[in-house]
Structure formats: structure tokens, C-alpha cells
Nanobody, 120 residues
Framework: QVQLVESGGGLVQPGGSLRLSCAASGSIVRINAMGWYRQAPGKQRELVATVTSSGSTNYADSVKGRFTISRDNAKNTVYLQMNSLKPEDTAVYYC??????????????WGQGTQVTVSS
């Protein structure tokens, strides 16, 4: 069984920084893309950033220049460094990984979500 466990959320003032982590564990043959999504109250879940197994990244326009996604393939972990946070970044942040378990096709897995609140 595969699990994605997130950490690093919390309350921060506008202009502050937070670093999210997400570790994948379980029966894993290969992890393809990993990413972060977020969902604010009353809104649909949206993509924040993704990173491929080779390190290519993609960002939502709203976070470009402020957020940085990275991954440690040896640890099956993806990170999201968030700087210059704004109140509109407040949301539940979800980790996503497309990965393959033995004998199965690649499948998308989700973490449980971690709350990020930007407020003075």
C-alpha cells in the first residue's frame, strides 16, 4: 500500500515563508511526476507546481517567482518552498504523485492535505 504523508503547513504572516514536504512510502517501483495542488474554501482544487522524475518543473502563473518545487528521488520526497506568501495563498495544500507499484499501471496518489494560512 502506498502512502503520501505531508508536513510543514501552518500559520504565517504575509511576506513570510513556509516549506512543505511530502514523502511517499510503500510498495513503489517508480515515481513519475510529483506535484502540489491547493484548494481554497469555496474554490476548486488547482495546480500549484509539478516536477518530473528528471527535474523539469511547471508552475501556476500565480506562484511563479515565489514558490520553488524540488524533489529528492532517493527519499521519494517532494518539497515546496513558498516565499513572499500572500493571503490569497491560503488553502489546503495537497501532494500528488504518479507512481507505479509492482504489477500495476502507474496511478495517481494523493496526500491527506496540509493547511496553509497566510494572515496578519
Amino acid at each position: 500500500q502506498v502512502q503520501l504523508v505531508e508536513s510543514g503547513g501552518g500559520l504565517v504572516q504575509p511576506g513570510g515563508s513556509l516549506r512543505l514536504s511530502c514523502a511517499a512510502s510503500g510498495s513503489i517501483v517508480r515515481i513519475n511526476a510529483m506535484g502540489w495542488y491547493r484548494q481554497a474554501p469555496g474554490k476548486q482544487r488547482e495546480l500549484v507546481a509539478t516536477v518530473t522524475s528528471s527535474g523539469s518543473t511547471n508552475y501556476a502563473d500565480s506562484v511563479k517567482g515565489r514558490f520553488t518545487i524540488s524533489r529528492d528521488n532517493a527519499k521519494n520526497t517532494v518539497y515546496l518552498q513558498m516565499n513572499s506568501l500572500k493571503p490569497e495563498d491560503t488553502a489546503v495544500y495537497y501532494c500528488n504523485a504518479n507512481l507505479q507499484s509492482p504489477g500495476k499501471w502507474p496511478t495517481d496518489y494523493w496526500g491527506q492535505g496540509t493547511q496553509v494560512t497566510v494572515s496578519s
